[in-house]
């Protein structure tokens, strides 16, 4: 079964707008973890934003925010004043309680984000 | 702070033969190291988990005897590409996570495009 699911793949914003980036989870575990990562076209996997699923709070980084909906099992991430560079792949990704799995990242499909001048 | 380099970052070699790749936590000691891969526009998918000092664990559908991890420091693991054939080019990146903990990222290399003609 998919665990993280990414709808979108592929979206387009205008310079200096802001963008959510849509990801939906299936986990039965209450102790979870939400992360998201910016890959450029050079490869590299760029962390960028941590949501615990006991955070009360959205997690904020910067132009980052994450809107955490665990009742709909939902972690879209908002990019605010979207710039050039911002072109990328994002990836959703979750980290499950269970100690077997240890700390590996289950990642979903990715989101390939294009920002227009 | 949790620098992962990785080595080489891109490769070409003939089918039949062996590539070696190595993944190294520059500034922090890994237990722990994660091998991906990446097809083009895909997401990552987790190979095997890379112990110190043990056996590495292999996802289901990884062949272990291909893939040979060698985790024998605390700061160096490898991962070596047997037999190499064409439907192995791929893009292989690793990971480790710092500090130890459950809302800690994954740490990634840069990432090695292999390229098996």
């Known amino acids: 079964a998919q665990k993280i699911t990414q709808t979108q793949p592929g979206m387009f914003v205008q310079e200096k707008e802001a963008v959510t980036l849509d990801c939906t989870y299936d986990?039965?575990?209450?102790?979870?973890?939400l992360f998201w990562y910016k890959q450029p076209s050079s490869g590299e996997m760029i962390f960028l934003i941590y949501?615990?699923?006991?955070?009360?709070q959205n997690a904020t980084e910067g132009r980052y925010s994450l809107n955490f909906q665990k009742a709909r099992k939902s972690a879209n991430l908002v990019i605010s004043a979207s710039q050039l560079g911002d072109s990328a792949m994002y990836f959703c990704?979750?980290?499950?309680?269970?100690?077997?799995?240890?700390?590996?990242?289950?990642f979903g499909e990715g989101t390939q984000l294009t920002v227009n001048p | 702070g949790a620098v992962v380099s990785q080595h080489p970052s891109w490769v070409i070699c003939k089918s039949g033969t062996s590539v070696k790749i190595e993944c190294r936590s520059l500034?922090?000691?890994?237990?722990?190291m994660f091998w991906y891969r990446q097809f083009p526009k895909q997401s990552l998918m987790l190979m095997a988990t890379?112990?110190?000092?043990?056996?590495?664990?292999?996802e289901q559908g990884v062949e272990k005897d291909k893939f040979l991890i060698n985790h024998a420091s605390l700061t160096l693991s490898t991962l070596t590409v047997t037999s190499a054939h064409p439907e192995d080019s791929s893009f292989y990146i690793c990971?480790?996570?710092?500090?130890?903990?459950?809302?800690?990222?994954?740490?990634f290399g840069n990432g090695t495009r292999l390229t098996v003609t």
């Open positions: 500034d922090f000691q890994a237990t722990t």
């Open positions: 990704a979750m980290r499950e309680g269970h100690e077997t799995s240890g700390s590996r990242l289950t």
């Open positions: 949501q615990g699923s006991y955070d009360e």
């Open positions: 990971s480790a996570i710092w500090p130890v903990g459950r809302t800690s990222p994954l740490h």
């Open positions: 890379s112990n110190e000092g043990s056996k590495a664990t292999y």
């Open positions: 986990t039965s575990d209450q102790s979870y973890g």
